[in-house]
Protein backbone atom coordinates (compact mmCIF):
# COMPACT_ATOMS: atom_id res chain seq x y z
CA UNK A 1 0.00 0.00 0.00
CA UNK A 2 1.34 3.70 -0.83
CA UNK A 3 2.29 5.72 1.77
CA UNK A 4 0.94 8.98 0.07
CA UNK A 5 -1.99 10.40 2.06
CA UNK A 6 -3.03 11.59 -1.68
CA UNK A 7 -2.61 8.08 -3.05
CA UNK A 8 -4.57 6.95 -0.12
CA UNK A 9 -7.40 9.42 -0.64
CA UNK A 10 -7.72 8.30 -4.64
CA UNK A 11 -8.03 4.96 -3.37
CA UNK A 12 -10.20 5.58 -0.59
CA UNK A 13 -8.69 4.21 2.17
CA UNK A 14 -8.21 7.96 3.55
CA UNK A 15 -11.19 10.30 3.76
CA UNK A 16 -11.96 13.22 2.12
CA UNK A 17 -14.63 15.73 1.71
CA UNK A 18 -14.93 15.02 -2.59
CA UNK A 19 -15.49 17.78 -4.67
CA UNK A 20 -15.34 16.36 -7.91
CA UNK A 21 -13.77 13.49 -9.17
CA UNK A 22 -13.10 12.77 -12.91
CA UNK A 23 -11.29 10.21 -14.89
CA UNK A 24 -8.00 11.53 -13.76
CA UNK A 25 -8.48 14.13 -11.45
CA UNK A 26 -9.66 14.43 -7.42
CA UNK A 27 -10.77 17.56 -5.79
CA UNK A 28 -11.42 17.87 -2.22
CA UNK A 29 -11.15 20.00 0.76
CA UNK A 30 -8.68 21.31 1.82
CA UNK A 31 -8.23 20.09 6.05
CA UNK A 32 -6.61 23.43 6.85
CA UNK A 33 -8.36 26.06 4.76
CA UNK A 34 -7.16 29.59 4.17
CA UNK A 35 -9.98 30.88 2.56
CA UNK A 36 -13.74 30.29 2.21
CA UNK A 37 -13.21 28.71 -0.58
CA UNK A 38 -10.03 26.03 -0.96
CA UNK A 39 -9.66 22.90 -2.35
CA UNK A 40 -6.79 20.77 -3.72
CA UNK A 41 -6.79 19.63 -7.26
CA UNK A 42 -4.59 16.46 -7.78
CA UNK A 43 -3.72 14.12 -10.26
CA UNK A 44 -4.84 9.88 -9.39
CA UNK A 45 -1.27 8.98 -10.85
CA UNK A 46 1.68 10.12 -8.38
CA UNK A 47 3.35 12.50 -9.51
CA UNK A 48 5.78 14.24 -6.78
CA UNK A 49 5.51 17.66 -7.68
CA UNK A 50 5.50 20.12 -10.57
CA UNK A 51 9.45 20.08 -10.81
CA UNK A 52 8.93 16.54 -11.51
CA UNK A 53 6.22 16.95 -14.20
CA UNK A 54 7.33 15.62 -17.61
CA UNK A 55 5.65 16.11 -21.81
CA UNK A 56 3.84 13.03 -21.04
CA UNK A 57 2.06 14.40 -18.14
CA UNK A 58 0.32 17.13 -21.06
CA UNK A 59 -3.22 15.44 -20.49
CA UNK A 60 -3.16 15.33 -17.22
CA UNK A 61 -2.15 18.90 -16.36
CA UNK A 62 -4.50 20.20 -18.73
CA UNK A 63 -7.87 17.85 -16.82
CA UNK A 64 -6.05 19.88 -13.11
CA UNK A 65 -6.64 22.86 -14.51
CA UNK A 66 -10.27 21.96 -16.01
CA UNK A 67 -11.46 20.37 -13.02
CA UNK A 68 -10.02 23.26 -11.03
CA UNK A 69 -12.91 25.95 -13.36
CA UNK A 70 -15.23 23.56 -12.81
CA UNK A 71 -14.62 23.24 -9.06
CA UNK A 72 -14.51 27.19 -9.52
CA UNK A 73 -17.99 27.47 -10.97
CA UNK A 74 -19.42 25.01 -8.71
CA UNK A 75 -18.39 26.83 -5.58
CA UNK A 76 -19.52 30.23 -6.44
CA UNK A 77 -16.06 31.48 -6.95
CA UNK A 78 -15.86 32.09 -10.64
CA UNK A 79 -17.30 35.16 -11.59
CA UNK A 80 -15.25 37.28 -8.33
CA UNK A 81 -11.89 34.84 -9.41
CA UNK A 82 -9.18 32.94 -7.72
CA UNK A 83 -5.77 31.90 -6.98
CA UNK A 84 -4.05 28.66 -8.21
CA UNK A 85 -1.29 27.81 -6.40
CA UNK A 86 1.56 24.57 -6.14
CA UNK A 87 4.52 24.52 -3.71
CA UNK A 88 7.56 22.91 -4.44
CA UNK A 89 9.89 21.98 -1.91
CA UNK A 90 10.88 23.87 1.67
CA UNK A 91 10.83 27.06 0.42
CA UNK A 92 7.41 26.45 -1.32
CA UNK A 93 6.21 24.90 1.83
CA UNK A 94 4.95 21.56 0.22
CA UNK A 95 3.69 19.28 3.20
CA UNK A 96 2.71 16.31 0.83
CA UNK A 97 5.01 15.21 -1.88
CA UNK A 98 2.64 14.32 -4.49
CA UNK A 99 1.68 16.94 -6.79
CA UNK A 100 -1.89 19.28 -6.14
CA UNK A 101 -2.81 22.76 -6.65
CA UNK A 102 -4.43 24.59 -4.41
CA UNK A 103 -7.62 26.40 -5.57
CA UNK A 104 -8.38 29.71 -2.64
CA UNK A 105 -11.33 31.95 -3.39
CA UNK A 106 -14.54 33.78 -1.57
CA UNK A 107 -12.25 36.34 -0.56
CA UNK A 108 -10.07 39.35 -1.21
CA UNK A 109 -6.17 37.76 -1.36
CA UNK A 110 -3.65 39.38 -1.20
CA UNK A 111 0.31 39.85 -2.72
CA UNK A 112 3.08 38.96 -2.16
CA UNK A 113 1.32 35.16 -2.40
CA UNK A 114 3.07 34.34 0.29
CA UNK B 1 -1.70 46.22 -32.76
CA UNK B 2 -2.73 44.00 -29.38
CA UNK B 3 -3.62 46.21 -26.55
CA UNK B 4 -2.04 43.47 -24.11
CA UNK B 5 1.08 44.46 -22.23
CA UNK B 6 2.40 40.66 -22.41
CA UNK B 7 1.38 39.82 -26.33
CA UNK B 8 3.66 43.48 -26.87
CA UNK B 9 6.25 41.70 -24.70
CA UNK B 10 6.06 38.83 -27.06
CA UNK B 11 6.20 40.99 -29.69
CA UNK B 12 8.69 42.64 -28.93
CA UNK B 13 7.44 46.05 -29.02
CA UNK B 14 7.47 46.59 -24.86
CA UNK B 15 11.01 45.36 -23.25
CA UNK B 16 11.25 43.13 -20.52
CA UNK B 17 14.13 40.95 -19.28
CA UNK B 18 13.93 37.66 -20.50
CA UNK B 19 15.30 34.56 -18.54
CA UNK B 20 13.77 31.92 -21.34
CA UNK B 21 12.36 32.40 -25.10
CA UNK B 22 11.17 28.81 -25.97
CA UNK B 23 8.59 28.04 -28.80
CA UNK B 24 5.62 28.54 -27.31
CA UNK B 25 6.45 30.14 -23.87
CA UNK B 26 8.39 33.09 -22.38
CA UNK B 27 9.49 33.84 -19.07
CA UNK B 28 10.96 36.86 -17.69
CA UNK B 29 11.49 39.09 -14.73
CA UNK B 30 8.46 40.57 -12.75
CA UNK B 31 8.53 44.60 -13.22
CA UNK B 32 7.83 44.35 -8.96
CA UNK B 33 9.43 41.62 -7.41
CA UNK B 34 8.06 40.24 -4.31
CA UNK B 35 10.64 37.49 -4.02
CA UNK B 36 14.77 37.39 -4.42
CA UNK B 37 13.40 35.13 -7.46
CA UNK B 38 10.32 36.33 -9.40
CA UNK B 39 9.69 35.38 -12.97
CA UNK B 40 6.90 35.44 -15.27
CA UNK B 41 5.91 32.28 -17.30
CA UNK B 42 3.74 33.11 -20.60
CA UNK B 43 2.17 31.38 -23.16
CA UNK B 44 3.18 33.64 -26.28
CA UNK B 45 -0.38 32.85 -27.49
CA UNK B 46 -3.17 35.25 -26.32
CA UNK B 47 -5.14 33.21 -23.37
CA UNK B 48 -7.16 35.60 -20.71
CA UNK B 49 -6.33 33.51 -17.72
CA UNK B 50 -6.36 29.92 -16.34
CA UNK B 51 -10.47 30.08 -16.35
CA UNK B 52 -10.20 30.33 -20.26
CA UNK B 53 -7.98 27.73 -20.84
CA UNK B 54 -9.20 24.96 -23.07
CA UNK B 55 -8.69 21.20 -23.53
CA UNK B 56 -6.72 22.54 -27.17
CA UNK B 57 -4.21 23.99 -24.67
CA UNK B 58 -2.46 21.12 -22.72
CA UNK B 59 0.82 21.89 -24.89
CA UNK B 60 1.23 25.11 -24.40
CA UNK B 61 0.13 24.65 -20.81
CA UNK B 62 2.57 21.61 -20.24
CA UNK B 63 5.33 23.75 -22.15
CA UNK B 64 5.00 26.30 -19.47
CA UNK B 65 5.63 24.36 -16.59
CA UNK B 66 8.54 22.68 -18.08
CA UNK B 67 9.46 26.16 -18.88
CA UNK B 68 9.16 27.27 -15.30
CA UNK B 69 11.23 24.06 -13.98
CA UNK B 70 13.83 24.98 -16.79
CA UNK B 71 13.92 28.55 -15.42
CA UNK B 72 14.11 27.60 -11.61
CA UNK B 73 17.21 25.28 -11.97
CA UNK B 74 18.96 28.02 -14.51
CA UNK B 75 18.34 30.46 -11.62
CA UNK B 76 19.49 28.08 -8.54
CA UNK B 77 15.72 27.80 -6.81
CA UNK B 78 15.30 24.59 -7.91
CA UNK B 79 16.98 22.90 -5.14
CA UNK B 80 15.47 24.56 -2.08
CA UNK B 81 11.86 24.92 -3.98
CA UNK B 82 9.94 27.35 -4.91
CA UNK B 83 5.98 28.42 -5.79
CA UNK B 84 3.63 28.97 -8.68
CA UNK B 85 0.81 31.04 -8.68
CA UNK B 86 -1.80 32.01 -11.13
CA UNK B 87 -4.66 34.78 -10.28
CA UNK B 88 -7.78 34.81 -12.10
CA UNK B 89 -10.25 37.97 -12.15
CA UNK B 90 -10.44 40.50 -8.73
CA UNK B 91 -10.08 38.31 -5.98
CA UNK B 92 -7.14 36.74 -7.34
CA UNK B 93 -5.74 40.13 -7.96
CA UNK B 94 -4.95 39.59 -11.75
CA UNK B 95 -3.55 42.48 -13.02
CA UNK B 96 -2.58 41.67 -17.28
CA UNK B 97 -5.25 39.78 -18.42
CA UNK B 98 -3.05 37.45 -20.49
CA UNK B 99 -2.37 34.35 -18.37
CA UNK B 100 1.07 34.20 -16.39
CA UNK B 101 2.47 32.12 -13.81
CA UNK B 102 4.45 33.46 -11.10
CA UNK B 103 7.66 31.47 -10.05
CA UNK B 104 9.03 32.93 -6.94
CA UNK B 105 11.56 31.86 -4.69
CA UNK B 106 14.98 32.25 -3.24
CA UNK B 107 13.17 33.02 0.14
CA UNK B 108 11.33 30.68 3.03
CA UNK B 109 7.51 31.42 1.37
CA UNK B 110 4.59 31.62 3.56
CA UNK B 111 1.27 30.45 4.36
CA UNK B 112 -1.08 31.02 3.18
CA UNK B 113 -0.51 32.41 -0.14
CA UNK B 114 -1.84 35.86 0.02
Not at 42 to 58: G, N, T
Request: aromatic residues 6%; proline residues 6%; hydrophobic residues 45%.
Amino acid sequence: MSECVFCQIVAGTVPSQKVLDTERVLVFHDIRPQAPVHVLVIPKQHIASAHALQAEHATVLMDMHLAAQQAAEQLGIAQDGYRLVTNVGWHGQQTVPHLHYHLLGGRQLQWPPG
